[in-house]
């Protein structure tokens, strides 16, 4: 495995030959407390829009928050997008596609009383999701478990997800390396090598779906990982995609 410290872009992308896949917090931005606390970097949108020039737009943003809500992160960019896991995703033609959602009303209902106890979490409500955050509260973690694993036990069609200190209740029918895979039944991805780069748990099935199609999935930050490669943190993975494009 290629340390976090000497990995380079330059032999896992090839701009006429690789499809890249970005997740978004974690791996483009930091993590801040609150999910609508993050900074974007003032290098971002002008880095994206250059790979996408680079890649012949080969380009996605593959992520947990809604398609608009990366939208507005990324404004004026519009980018191919998967957003809430898959759960909708809009193609590189603009094509909107929206998975089924199952019933979340158990769930928003638990993590709702669960908030009015303890104000310090934060719940984020999203088409086909629900999200409890403890990140200003990591003495709650054993509590929002056992809430959201019990109200997701009532809600038929509803998975949990464990990630950076956060619980997250979405459609079983979604996933990133779903989500992947039917961005490269698609063009301009369709015949690329798939290239996946994320930082959480949830980016797992991602980085899985890549590699099993001949490309490479990226972990970013630490972590026990199905990644083969790993790389430090965001300000690494722009730096080493802004030496791409230079090289």
């Known amino acids: 495995m290629t340390q976090a410290s000497d990995f380079s872009f330059t032999p896992v992308l090839d701009a006429a030959a690789s499809a890249l896949f970005l997740d978004f917090d974690g791996t483009l931005v930091e993590l801040a407390p609150e999910p609508d606390a993050i900074v974007i970097p003032p290098d971002l949108v002008p880095l994206l829009a250059a ?7 080969a380009l996605a943003v593959v992520s947990g928050r809604a398609v608009g809500a990366i939208d507005t992160f990324l404004h004026p960019l519009d980018l191919p997008v998967a957003g809430v896991h898959g759960s909708e995703r809009r193609a590189a033609d603009g094509n909107l596609v929206l998975l089924p959602t199952p019933s979340l009303d158990t769930v928003e209902q638990a993590a709702a009383r669960l908030l009015h106890e303890h104000p310090a979490l934060a719940v984020e409500p999203k088409r086909g999701a629900v999200a409890l955050h403890y990140r200003q509260a ?7 478990r056992r809430t959201m694993e019990a109200a ?3 809600s038929p069609g509803v998975s949990l ?3 950076k200190m956060v619980f997250e209740a979405k459609s079983s029918l979604a996933n990133k390396g779903k989500a992947l895979d039917a961005f490269l039944q698609e063009p301009p991805f369709a015949g690329r090598k798939p290239v996946f780069l994320g930082d959480d748990t949830t980016d797992e099935p991602g980085f899985q779906v890549a590699q099993k199609l001949g490309g490479t999935g990226i972990k970013v930050g630490q972590g026990e990982t199905l990644a083969r490669h790993r790389i430090a943190g965001p300000a690494a993975v722009r730096a080493g995609l802004k030496d791409w494009l230079a090289r």
Do not use: M, N, S
């Open 152 to 154: 997701v036990a009532a």
């Open 138 to 144: 990591p003495q709650l973690e054993d509590i929002c």
């Open 161 to 163: 997800l464990h990630g």
């Open 51 to 57: 790979l996408r020039e680079r890649l012949g737009g």
